[in-house]
């Protein structure tokens, strides 16, 4: 098998937030950054940027074969996981999945969600735009996203200050699927 070099992939990726049901861009649009109406870059990140698809497959067996004779797929998780370079209120907003960060003259604030758990989170969309084959792009929309970490933020003197984040998708609907990816082709 010839590995051609082109196919490749190499580079950071960058996060965009908007609301749950958030309008996306077209599939034509993957190489244009989403619209600053509906979308807000998160800035930078440390340590990259990854896609997880888990899948949890369980066994079929009988008695009269040795070998599985089949399997089923029991769960399917997928997450969106890096770490926020920007240690802004409003990211931590996002990964605290919710909250609200206030500004006045000469400050800015943060108070956390402490509503009951029986209220329903307020889920978000997520767009990763990273890179494709060939040096063009690839865009994963997640549609209905929280915050599954715990958040923490250490102040050392020779680390940068960092919010972790793990992004899990969560059902949709029968007919919305829970993420999407589309490549750019040349």
């Known amino acids: 098998m010839a590995v051609t070099t ?3 992939v190499q580079g950071p990726a960058t996060l965009y937030q908007g609301d749950f049901g958030a309008t996306e861009p077209a599939d034509t649009a993957v190489n244009t950054a989403p619209p600053a109406s509906s979308w807000t870059d998160l800035g930078g990140t440390q340590d990259g940027v990854k896609l997880v698809i888990d899948q949890t497959y369980v066994e079929l067996e009988v008695d009269q074969i040795t070998l599985r004779v089949g399997s089923r797929r029991t769960k399917q998780d997928f997450t969106i996981e890096t770490s926020l370079a920007e240690a802004t209120l409003e990211n931590l907003a996002i990964v605290l999945n919710g909250g ?8 800015k604030s943060f ?3 402490v509503s009951s758990s029986a209220n ?8 990763l735009d990273g890179l494709a084959p060939e040096q063009l ?3 994963v929309i997640g549609r209905r996203m929280l915050n599954i970490d715990s958040v923490e933020q250490a102040y050392t003197k020779d680390k940068m200050t960092l919010i972790p984040a793990k992004f899990a998708g969560h059902y949709v609907s029968e007919g919305i699927k829970p993420f999407h990816i589309v490549d750019e082709v040349s």
């Open 137 to 139: 792009t690839r865009r």
């Open 100 to 107: 609200t960060a206030a500004s006045g003259a000469g400050f």
């Open 6 to 8: 082109t196919n490749l």
């Open 111 to 113: 108070d956390p969600d």
């Open 120 to 127: 329903q989170p307020d889920y978000f969309a997520i767009i």
